[in-house]
């Protein structure tokens, strides 16, 4: 079974320029997660899709972010205009669903890592 | 406001001997914990859960305990091997919020051969 898919690993960018990320879940899963992870710190969820619903946004900047699901399936996250303070890891994660239990159990991708100059 | 804890950044074992990871939370809502555990330069794998019906899952070389009076959970890894040196996640989700997860900083364990 694939992996939750991620791209690009790694981008550098200076301040106020756009970035986008995208994710491709594991498939079948309906739960698909954005997280942010600065430097020494657990990872911290930006928003939360239930097929291309959005369940949770409550801490996503949306001055700056934003994060589609469209048909379901994968999805991008994007940034514009980037600030310093953005530089860290963007993980993907995805789960069956959010019905509970084992459901839970988030499978993640390996990160972008962002660097803003 | 951190609703997940976990106090030690680091932790050093010597091969072979038990590894005690632990993690304090606050949100009583909390019903579902997992761990997870990262290696550099990859995700999050995802290592064992216990739901808030139960004080203690085991798997293998990894038990959690769950003290939900204290709302503190462990990970003891008995015994520990090298391989496990790695950065140890803990989470906590709320079942009727959508499952959403909150992780906490990590303990970075480090298993000298």
């Known amino acids: 079974e694939a992996g939750v898919a991620q791209s690009p690993r790694y981008k550098i960018i200076e301040k106020r320029q756009s970035v986008a990320f995208w994710c491709n879940p594991i498939?079948?899963?309906?739960?698909l997660y954005w997280y942010q992870q600065i430097l020494g710190q657990g990872p911290k969820l930006l928003i939360q899709?239930?097929?291309?619903?959005?369940?949770?946004d409550s801490q996503l900047p949306k001055d700056r972010f934003s994060a589609e699901r469209l048909k379901g399936v994968d999805s991008t996250l994007k940034i514009q205009p980037a600030k310093l303070e953005d530089s860290a890891v963007y993980l993907c994660?995805?789960?069956?669903?959010?019905?509970?239990?084992?459901?839970?159990?988030?499978?993640f991708g390996p990160g972008t890592r962002l660097l803003v100059l | 406001d951190q609703q997940v804890k976990q106090n030690s950044p680091s932790l050093s074992v010597q091969e072979g001997r038990i590894s005690i990871l632990n993690c304090d939370y606050t949100?009583?809502?909390?019903?579902?914990f997992l761990w997870y555990k990262k290696y550099p330069a990859e995700g999050p794998t995802f290592l064992i859960s216990?739901?808030?019906?139960?004080d203690k899952n085991e798997d293998g070389r990894f038990t959690v305990f769950l003290n939900k009076s204290a709302k503190h959970l462990s990970l003891h890894i008995v015994p520990s091997q090298p391989g496990d040196s790695a950065v140890y996640f803990c989470?906590?989700?709320?079942?009727?919020?959508?499952?959403?997860?909150?992780f906490g900083d990590g303990t970075t364990l480090t298993v000298k051969p």
């Open positions: 949100n009583s809502m909390f019903d579902y």
């Open positions: 498939s079948g899963h309906a739960t």
């Open positions: 899709f239930q097929n291309n619903g959005v369940v949770d």
């Open positions: 989470a906590a989700s709320d079942l009727g919020n959508a499952g959403k997860s909150t």
């Open positions: 216990i739901s808030s019906i139960k």
């Open positions: 994660a995805s789960s069956l669903g959010s019905t509970g239990g084992d459901q839970e159990t988030q499978y």
